[in-house]
Structures are given as structure tokens and as C-alpha cells.
């Protein structure tokens, strides 16, 4: 199973991969986290922690990069599922040739669809655990006393709302894409976070 997540910032992206996961037993492969990660290695260039920490995008060859060397992985052999890649149409040419080279291919796309103002909601009050990065969020899913919480970089309210924009300049003419390839399924991501899973559950069983 190869399965791509897109959707703006706050869509539920993580959240959702996570219990897709493990659900078909696959790794959840996110660029937004292994760019958090070479941040505080202190490896990632201090000119791309800047572009981060603003909203805006990486360039496609460093995430090509990292989703070519982390697909490699034996864990990856089997499948997939990205998230929050690719966010560009050069990045899905490049995932195209990356999985057509392995007689690979992927099996669909799925879009949460979120109005703004409950991303921007959902972004500004997420929290995160460090030690087991589960995914909180201060009024829907309150964290336990005792986790040991991380307020991103970026989820101060305004730079929520450049990676709103970001999203929608950037990812447009990606949802065409993937449209035309007959692969794309556009869930709505509103209302508690098990119906939005049986919504993904059904749209990849659909398309297995
Ligand atoms: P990335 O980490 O991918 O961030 P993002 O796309 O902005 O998405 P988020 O992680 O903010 O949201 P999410 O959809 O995962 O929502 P979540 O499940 O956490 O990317 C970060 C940065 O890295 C980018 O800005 C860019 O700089 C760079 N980057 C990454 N990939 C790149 C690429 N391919 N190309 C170039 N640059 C790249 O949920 C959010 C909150 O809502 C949580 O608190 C959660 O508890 C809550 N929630 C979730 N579902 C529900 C629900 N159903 N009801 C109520 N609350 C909910
Ligand atoms: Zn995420």
C-alpha cells in the first residue's frame, strides 16, 4: 500500500497517518518531521530553518532528497504512506519516476479538506509530545498532565496563516494532478477525529 496525505496546514495529516498506519502496518514517512529533526540536530542549513520557521516551502530537491533516501529503507519496501509530500507538482513527477524506477506505483491520494478558520484553530492550540510525538491539541484532544509538551515553531497564529497561503499557491496545481491521474479522493476532515478515519478507511479500501 503507497498512499500520499495532502492538505493544508491543521488538515489532520498527521493525526490521520498515524492510525492509518497502523492500521496496514506501513511507516508514516513525513517531511515536515524529518525537517523538524535535522533542525535539532542542528544539520538542517540555517538558511531552510529560517524558510520554516516563516511558512514557507524547502526547495523540491532537498525533500526529493529525503523521500528518496528514506524510501530505501527495509521498513519502506512494502509501503508507504507520506505525508506532507509532495507538495509541489515537480515533487510528484519526481515521486512518479522514484516509484515507476522500482515497478512501483501508487495505489491513491487522499486530500482533507478543512475550512481556515478551524485550521488556524487547530494549528495555534496543537501541542506535541517530545518523548512520543503524539499529536495534541489543547481544547479537542487535551494532553495528560504528564506529557511533556512542544508548541512548534511555526504554529504562532500568523505564520499559520502564510502556510494557509503557501498552501493554497503552492499545492494548487497539485490536486489537478493527481485528479487526472485518477487517483485522488477528497475526504472532509471536519467532525471528530474516528469519523474522519472511517471516511480515509473507506476512500483506500475503495481504491486497493
Ligand atoms: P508539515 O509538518 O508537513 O506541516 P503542515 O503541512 O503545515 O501540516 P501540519 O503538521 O501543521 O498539520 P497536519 O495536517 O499534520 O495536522 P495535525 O494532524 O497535526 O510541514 C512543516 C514545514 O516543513 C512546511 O511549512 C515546510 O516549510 C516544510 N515542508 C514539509 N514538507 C515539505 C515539502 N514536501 N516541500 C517543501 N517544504 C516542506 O492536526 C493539527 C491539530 O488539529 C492537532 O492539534 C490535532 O490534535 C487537531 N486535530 C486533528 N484532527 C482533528 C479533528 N478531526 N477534530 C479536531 N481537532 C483535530
Ligand atoms: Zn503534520
Known amino acids: 500500500m503507497r498512499l500520499v496525505f495532502v492538505g493544508p496546514p491543521g488538515a489532520g495529516k498527521g493525526t490521520q497517518a498515524k492510525l492509518i498506519c497502523s492500521r496496514w502496518q506501513i511507516p508514516q514517512i513525513s517531511t515536515g518531521d524529518m525537517l523538524r529533526e535535522a533542525k535539532a540536530n542542528g544539520t538542517l542549513p540555517k538558511e531552510l530553518v529560517e524558510k520554516m520557521s516563516k511558512g514557507g516551502l524547502v526547495p523540491d530537491e532537498v525533500v526529493i532528497d529525503l ?28 515521486l ?35 518523548r512520543t510525538g503524539q499529536i495534541y491539541h489543547l481544547k479537542y484532544k487535551p494532553p495528560p498532565p504528564d506529557a511533556d509538551l512542544e508548541h512548534r515553531a511555526d504554529d504562532q497564529e500568523e505564520t499559520v496563516r502564510n502556510r494557509i497561503d503557501v498552501y493554497e499557491k503552492m499545492t494548487a496545481d497539485l490536486l489537478p494532478f493527481y485528479e487526472k491521474a485518477g487517483l485522488l479522493k477528497r475526504i472532509d476532515g471536519v467532525g471528530e477525529v474516528e469519523a474522519v478515519t472511517q471516511r480515509v478507511i473507506s476512500a483506500v479500501e475503495a481504491a486497493q
Open 67 to 94: 523521500i528518496r533516501k528514506r524510501t530505501e529503507l527495509p521498513d519502506a519496501a512494502n509501503g508507504f504512506l507520506l505525508d506532507g509530500f509532495p507538495r509541489t507538482v515537480p515533487q510528484a513527477e519526481a
Open 96 to 130: 512518479n519516476e522514484l516509484l515507476s524506477s522500482k515497478g512501483h506505483k501508487l495505489n491513491v491520494v487522499v486530500a482533507l479538506q478543512v475550512p481556515k478558520d478551524l485550521l488556524v484553530e487547530r494549528a495555534v492550540l496543537r501541542r506535541t509530545d517530545k
